[in-house]
């Protein structure tokens, strides 16, 4: 089994489809390996692609606030994406570079052995959950599989669109800590 910093370099080098030819930074996830709480969006913004860094930009801040409301930050969770590398105009990830990334992902998995997994929007849930999530209709439910709870909420970009969808996102949050401390 690799370790975390292995993983990293597979990451950084990777060249499994054109978006490594694109990018500025390839962004691993961050934050705490052992936690058990594991967050997962679709791919890098491009403050993420910049910084290497998931989570830099505006949309990070809404994930910060949304955190600090059940009082956690960065350092108590896991973050991270499915795709490795920003795609072209903040554009949806096509289904060949969620392929070409998932790997890493299912390695991150293994590694963090999370017992929740949060998807942060309607590509990650699809792509995680089920192929016909609904994100309006389903956020905020949990499914249990492999000994894992899985569920999705509003990706922060989407309350930035929409601040209307914070109070949903808020409720959502609060389900997530109940069940974290639930164990």
């Known amino acids: ?10 990451v950084e080098h990777c060249s ?39 989570f830099t930009g505006p949309s990070g801040q809404v994930f910060d606030q949304l955190l600090g409301g059940i009082g956690m930050s960065r350092q108590d969770i896991y973050l991270t994406n499915i795709l490795k590398c920003h795609p072209p105009g903040n554009r949806d990830p096509l289904p060949e570079e969620q392929a070409a990334c998932i790997d890493y992902l299912k390695y991150e998995t293994l590694l963090i052995r999370p017992k929740i997994i949060v998807c942060l929007g309607r590509i990650a849930a699809r792509r995680i959950i089920s192929e016909d999530y609904r994100i309006t209709k389903e956020h905020g439910t949990f499914l249990y ?33 109940k069940r974290y401390r639930e164990g």
Not at 1 to 10: D, P
Not at 18 to 46: H, I, Q, Y
């Open 1 to 10: 089994m690799y370790t975390y910093e292995e993983l990293k370099k597979f």
């Open 16 to 54: 499994r489809c054109p978006l490594a030819r694109t990018r500025r930074n390839a962004v691993m996830g961050r934050g705490n390996l052992k936690s058990d709480l594991m967050f997962v969006a679709e791919a890098p913004g491009s403050s993420e692609d910049r910084d290497g860094i998931p």
């Open 145 to 177: 599989r492999k000994n894992t709870w899985l569920t999705a909420v509003y990706h922060p970009s989407a309350i930035l669109r929409d601040p209307l969808k914070m109070q949903e996102a808020e409720e959502d949050f609060a389900k997530i800590w």
